[in-house]
């Protein structure tokens, strides 16, 4: 008997990249005003990383081939205001929710069976994505990653092993939906079934 459904948050409920694009913007008017980078190439550079699945140095990357050499203060710049901002950012534009996987959770929430959130990330960005998609109500248990520790992201199990152990569940009462096979996926190391339900978003999403 199903007693528990889960859903990853970013490129699940909602489209990442209607998030990422508002702060990224933000973040490129910022650098041209410190180092005179033109703002367009910036973003155009850190939304090709973005769709790339580059996590790793962003910010660096996608000031690498517009200079000669990266300016001395950069580090301490990207620490000091960069990251900051980008922690703390609140969207003022609508978040794009997928909304066919916005009706599938909505399906459960009527019928009154429990739900719970588990994503990854820092506390207070997710948190900022969850009050704009004003979905809070919806879940008996939001669980992000960073407040455990970033070791506890997905794919380490530990959210998972939480849920389990709070509502007292067998693993095949439970379900999650997701869409990252790689990362999501860990769930069925405890015995809870993953459903992937991904989106294309390389293709259609990079015009807004």
């Not at 909602?14 to 410190?34: A, C, L």
């Not at 009706?103 to 990854?120: A, E, Q, R, S």
């Not at 990330?121 to 948190?127: E, F, I, L, T």
């Not at 992201?153 to 997701?178: A, Q």
Request: proline content about 3%; overall charge neutral.
């Amino acid at each position: 008997m199903l007693k528990m459904v889960g859903f990853d948050l970013d490129d699940t409920l909602y489209y990442h990249w209607s998030f990422e694009k508002q702060i990224f913007y933000k973040i490129s008017i910022v650098v041209e005003k410190k180092y005179g980078i033109n703002r367009e190439k910036y973003f155009e550079n850190l939304k090709s990383l973005f769709f790339q699945k580059n996590k790793y140095r962003t910010f660096d990357y996608a000031l690498k081939n517009l200079v000669h050499e990266i300016p001395e203060d950069w580090d301490n710049f990207v620490k000091d205001m960069i990251l900051p901002i980008y922690r703390n950012f609140k969207p003022k534009d609508k978040l794009e929710k997928i909304e066919e996987n916005f009706k599938i959770m909505l399906d459960y929430y009527t019928k009154k069976i429990p739900l719970f959130l588990v994503t990854n990330g820092n506390v207070n960005v997710q948190k900022n994505k969850i009050d704009k998609l004003e979905i809070a109500s919806y879940f008996d248990e939001i669980l992000i990653s960073d407040f455990f520790g970033k070791e506890y992201r997905k794919p380490n199990t530990y959210m998972f092993s939480y849920i389990l152990e709070k509502y007292n569940l067998n693993p095949n009462e439970v379900i999650y939906y997701g869409d990252d096979e790689k990362i999501d996926s860990c769930s069925e190391i405890l015995g809870i079934k993953f459903i992937n339900i991904s989106k294309d978003i390389s293709k259609d999403r990079r015009k807004f």
